[in-house]
Each structure stands twice: as structure tokens, then as C-alpha cells.
């Protein structure tokens, strides 16, 4: 939608996977025989298996709100919501748009449409208090939200559409729950998705609170069976319990996984941390495991700590802010979770190290003596490591 890339780039060539020695077949399956082992397609095709692999997917949610099957009503999932937003935005040429959502993905592609024509309105309608709920607990997301309305992108929370209002079948407006209302000319939803679990169902396959049950190696109910992706659930790797986790990091490692236990590897899913990211303009913002308040929502007594630290070594002219916050469970002292507020995305990588220290057990202690690599052109100080800085506060705190 931004011009960045094209809509077939994000798919694998049929002629790839061919020369590769896998046979492709275009067409929907309408049926699947777990006891005779067959897989029958819409065109009445019929084809054999030993064993079966579900890659489903998910779907995004359509709210029920009155007025969400006008003309300009379009969800945020896959590209060909994007063509067809591109579509609309050529043809239509809006100038008032309306988010509902204010996930990674709305403010992906407000920020870059923002940024595309400064001249155009732009609102984000969020139920919760601050952007970015999944990520960022309320301090880290106060900066966001001044950044955000710097830029001219008019976020709303605390607030929910009530309905979607329409003239001659094409949307004109929003109505929010306050009683306020919003002239737009197009409605993008982004609030979340479903498992695609027909064929799973009719199987008779497990289902969980989330999606299709598979084991740590994949498998299904029936062992012959496997499915990962979004159309299963998930083990959060912290807490223990079912998570969706619809996120491409996982669904990538589950097919890695499935693939290496069909070849008689047995290598565990060890759950999902839900780690992930999304830049806004030059704002980058990443988060791993747990944030405060989920922690807390789970049971966790909790210690975090936040550090404003800075992108080069402070001799070093053109430093620009950032900062994380780690979280703590304190009886344990285990990490369990961390959020990145930066400009530039070599920062936000660090969160991978959280991510690696979440799934390694470390504690408090352990990263207090954390070291990281350094040079004073592309990190901050060596003694002012945001890392063992902030585990030094969380330490003080206990």
C-alpha cells in the first residue's frame, strides 16, 4: 500500500517449490477422510496421504457493528486486503481515514500512509488506554502517544465505535460510544483474528480455547496429522497456558519443526514469548514475553525497571533517546518479559537478547553482570548498559 514492495514478493513461486520437488495443487479441500486417509478437492479430486499437514490459517474478526458491510469497511490481514485498500486509495482518493484498533499492524500502515500524504486526517479509535496495548504497558506508551500526535495522527482511547455510518451504501462516518463522530471516507478493522478450524472440526480433531491442539512436535489428536501456524494453539512459554500467538515467528518454526519430526527428528515448540515489532515513521517499538500488567493479570507479584538510555556513547554527537523496561517476577527473580522504545531499529534488536533471556531462566543476578559488546560510534557506555542497568534498579527495588 505504500509502494515499498509488491504483493507477489511476499509469496513463494509455484515454479520455486516445483523445482524443488514438490508438486502444487491450486484448489480448495473441501473434505478430509482422517480413516481412509484422503484429501478430496473441490473439483472432486481425490488424493491419497500418509501423513497430513494443516496450515490454515486464521481470519480477521468483522466486529458486529451496524454499518460494517458498507462500501470503504476493509480489514488489515493479508495482501489482498492491501490491493484492494490500494485500490480504494487510487480510486477514491480519501481524505479522512479511520482505524479501529490501534494494534502493530494499524500503526504500521497509518504511519507509512501518513507519511505518504502529510495532508491527509488520520484517527485511531482504541478501546484500551494508550497504542499498542499488547506490547506496552502505560509508561512506555506515553512517549508513543506524543509522537504519534506530533506526526498529526489523532489517536483516541478509551473509546470504542459504536457504528459505522453509511451514505448511498458508501461509509460517510463513525459514531463512537462517547457520542462523539468522526467524517470519514474509509474504515479499516484490525481487531484481532480466528482460527480457520472447519476442516479441523469436521475431523474431529481437538480443538483448544485458541485453535487446533497439537503437541511439542506438532501433532495433532491424530498422529498422523500435524498443523501449525495460526489455525493452532500455542503454549506460552512463561505462564504454561494456551495462548493464540498469530504471529509469523512462530508459525515459521512450527513448519520447521513439523518438517524435521516427518524426517524422525523430535525437536520440542518450547511455546511462544509473542515477541514483535513495528516502526512508526522513525519511532521503533519491540516487546517480548509478559508485560507488566499482563504479568500481573496471570498472578505474577511483579519488579520492573525503566532506562532511558541513548543510541551512541555520549561523546559521540548525534545520540538520539531510547529506552526499556524490563520486567521481573519477583519471587523468583526471573525475567519474564521487556519492551523497547527507540529511534532506529539496531536498537530494538536488543530485544532479541531479552527474548534469549527470558528462554534462558535468567535472573536479576544474572544480568546485573550482563556485558554487552560495545564501541562508542554505535552503543551507549560501557557502565551504562540498558540491560544491566535496568536489572540493577530491579535489584535496588527488591
Keep these: 500500500m505504500a509502494g515499498l514492495a509488491a504483493s507477489e ?192 472440526q469436521a475431523m474431529g480433531l481437538e480443538i483448544g480455547k485458541f485453535g487446533i491442539k497439537v503437541n511439542p512436535y506438532q501433532e495433532t489428536s491424530d498422529p498422523d496429522i500435524l498443523a501449525g501456524g495460526d489455525c493452532v494453539e500455542k503454549i506460552n512459554l512463561i505462564t504454561g497456558k494456551p495462548d493464540a500467538g498469530c504471529l509469523r515467528g512462530p508459525a515459521v518454526m512450527q513448519g520447521r519443526l513439523a518438517a524435521k519430526r516427518l524426517a524422525g527428528y523430535n525437536i520440542p515448540f518450547p511455546g511462544v514469548l509473542n515477541a514483535g515489532g513495528c516502526r512508526m515513521f522513525d519511532l521503533v517499538v519491540t516487546a517480548t514475553g509478559l508485560t507488566e500488567e499482563g504479568a500481573r493479570a496471570n498472578g505474577y507479584d511483579t519488579v520492573s525497571a525503566i532506562v532511558e538510555s541513548r543510541t551512541k556513547h555520549g561523546m559521540i554527537p548525534g545520540a538520539k533517546p531510547w529506552k526499556i523496561k524490563l520486567v521481573f517476577d519477583r519471587p523468583t527473580k526471573k525475567l519474564i518479559g521487556g519492551q523497547i522504545v527507540s529511534y532506529g531499529v539496531g536498537l530494538a534488536r536488543e530485544i532479541d537478547a531479552v527474548s534469549a533471556f527470558i528462554m534462558g531462566g535468567k535472573t536479576i543476578e544474572d544480568l546485573v553482570v550482563f556485558t554487552s559488546a560495545c564501541n562508542p560510534d554505535i552503543s551507549s557506555e560501557p557502565s551504562m548498559e540498558p540491560i544491566t542497568i535496568a536489572a540493577e534498579q530491579a535489584l535496588q527495588k527488591l
Excluded: C, W
Excluded at 473441490?42 to 466486529?63: E, I, R, V
Design 9 to 200: 514478493s511476499i509469496i513463494v513461486p509455484d515454479a520455486k517449490l516445483e523445482g524443488a520437488g514438490i508438486h502444487v495443487i491450486v484448489g480448495e479441500v473441501t473434505h478430509i477422510d482422517p480413516n481412509e486417509k484422503k484429501v478430496t478437492l473441490g473439483n472432486g479430486q481425490a488424493l491419497d496421504y500418509s501423513k497430513l499437514f494443516l496450515g490454515t490459517g486464521a481470519s480477521p474478526l468483522m466486529p458486529p457493528l451496524p454499518g460494517n458491510d458498507l462500501d470503504g469497511v476493509v480489514t488489515l490481514r493479508g495482501s489482498e486486503d492491501a490491493v484492494k485498500i490500494k485500490t480504494l486509495l487510487s480510486e477514491k482518493k480519501p481524505e479522512r481515514l479511520t482505524f479501529v484498533g490501534a494494534g502493530f499492524i494499524t500503526m504500521e500502515i497509518a504511519s507509512l500512509l501518513a507519511k505518504a500524504n502529510e495532508q491527509m486526517d488520520i484517527f485511531i479509535v482504541e478501546l484500551l488506554d494508550r497504542p499498542l496495548p499488547a506490547m506496552l504497558d502505560r509508561d512506555m506508551a506515553e512517549g508513543v502517544s506524543e509522537y504519534l500526535t506530533q506526526k498529526n495522527i489523532r489517536l483516541l482511547t478509551g473509546r470504542a465505535v459504536k457504528k459505522i455510518i453509511g451514505t448511498n451504501g458508501q461509509v460517510s462516518g463513525v459514531e463512537l460510544d462517547t457520542g462523539e463522530g468522526i467524517e470519514t471516507d474509509l474504515v479499516f478493522i484490525n481487531v484481532g483474528v480466528k482460527p480457520n478450524l472447519q476442516l479441523a
